[in-house]
Structures are given as structure tokens and as C-alpha cells.
């Protein structure tokens, strides 16, 4: 690709003024690097549009159904935007603020909710989980490789629940996604990530060097 349609620059300027007084936790690497690194990743793999704009607006729907945004809101904030088969994807990989029965879950049960959700995703919403998390993991890769304190990066791991909770997760999409047959080659690169990720968590478990 050699530059973005239309529609991806709008979602990446939406998605930029939503995340604007945003920072990563415990950085100060502003939040909104993460909707255009997951625009590279899913553009590396050739991804259509509507994919590549559902990877860069995907943090933005979790924070407007986190605070409790409506269906109807929810349309006419991102359906309207960026069409209904957007809208629709991210509804499949966001977390839910309540379950099927109304009944508001804690964060750990939403985590949970979403990793069950993800064999009923559609094809667009695998690739979009994957691509988040190759970057929430090669992120958290980079921030390893330029510390002297791995434990103080581990704490604050992408949701605050350090070294184990975010290794559980990043495991979880990866072994849920292969589970539901998704096979796609982004697979190969979280895996391998993954993999690295694994050992130098073992590194720091042993006290021996990065």
C-alpha cells in the first residue's frame, strides 16, 4: 500500500481526536500511536479497508462502550461515519459492559466474555484482535528492550494486571483464535512474538539478565 483511502485517513484522524489527551499506562507514549501501528499491521497483510478502519477505531468503540454508550449511540457515532459492517465487527471484539442478561460484569469478567466471543467474530474482527494484539506485544517488547527494570514495564503491561494477567491474555487470543480455525499468516507473527515474550518473562522470573 502505498498510501491510505479516504476512509482510513478520516477513522485515523477520528480515532487521533478521540485519544488526544491519552497515554499509554505508566508511559508517556500518547494512546493514539496505537490506531496507526495497527493500520501498518493490517496493511502489511494487504487487509481491505473496511478491516484497517476497524483496527484503527477499535480502542474507540471500547471507550464508548465502556462508558456506556447505546446501540443507537454507538451508530451514530461510528455506523453513520464508517458504515454498518464496521460497527458491526467491532461490536464482535470489543469488550461488553454487561452480559446477555443485563447484569454489569467486572473487568476480569469482561475480559473473559470477549475471549468466549471471539469463535463468533467475523473474519474482519479476527484480523483485528490479532493486530492489536501484535502491537500491545511487540510494544511491550520494545519497552523490555530499553529498560534496566523489566519488572517496573511488566507491571504496568498494557491493562495493569502485570507480567502473568497480560501473558494470560495475549495466550488466550492467540490459542481462542487458532481454536476457531483462524489461520491467517498474522497468526505466525503473534506466535513468534509470543514465544519471545514467554522467555524473557522466564529471564526475569530466574533473576538472570534480559
Do not use: C
Not at 93 to 100: F, P
Not at 109 to 138: C, S, T
Request: aromatic content about 6%; glycine content about 8%; cysteine-free.
Amino acid at each position: 500500500m502505498t498510501g491510505y483511502s479516504d476512509r482510513i485517513s478520516h477513522a485515523l484522524a477520528f480515532a487521533a481526536k478521540h485519544h488526544d489527551q491519552q497515554v499509554r499506562r505508566g508511559a508517556r507514549l500518547p494512546y493514539l500511536t496505537a490506531a496507526p501501528n495497527v493500520a501498518v499491521i493490517l496493511s502489511r497483510y494487504d487487509r481491505d479497508d473496511d478491516t484497517v478502519v476497524s483496527g484503527v477505531l477499535r480502542n474507540v468503540v471500547q471507550d464508548y462502550v465502556r462508558d456506556g454508550a447505546t446501540v443507537e449511540m454507538l451508530d451514530a457515532r461510528i455506523g453513520e461515519k464508517f458504515g454498518a459492517s464496521v460497527l458491526a465487527t467491532l461490536l464482535g471484539v470489543v469488550e461488553r459492559r454487561h452480559d446477555d442478561v443485563g447484569v454489569e460484569m467486572s473487568p476480569q469478567e469482561r475480559r473473559a466474555d470477549l475471549a468466549n466471543r471471539l469463535a463468533a467474530a467475523d473474519e474482519r474482527g479476527r484480523w483485528v484482535i490479532a493486530a492489536g494484539v501484535v502491537h500491545a506485544a511487540g510494544t511491550l517488547a520494545a519497552d523490555l528492550s530499553r529498560t534496566s527494570f523489566p519488572g517496573t514495564v511488566w507491571a504496568h503491561a498494557t491493562d495493569g494486571t502485570g507480567r502473568e494477567g497480560t501473558m494470560r491474555w495475549f495466550h488466550d487470543v492467540h490459542q481462542r483464535l487458532t481454536a476457531a480455525g483462524f489461520a491467517a499468516p498474522i497468526m505466525d507473527e503473534l506466535g513468534a512474538m509470543l514465544a519471545a515474550l514467554d522467555e524473557q518473562a522466564a529471564l526475569l522470573e530466574r533473576g538472570a539478565p534480559r
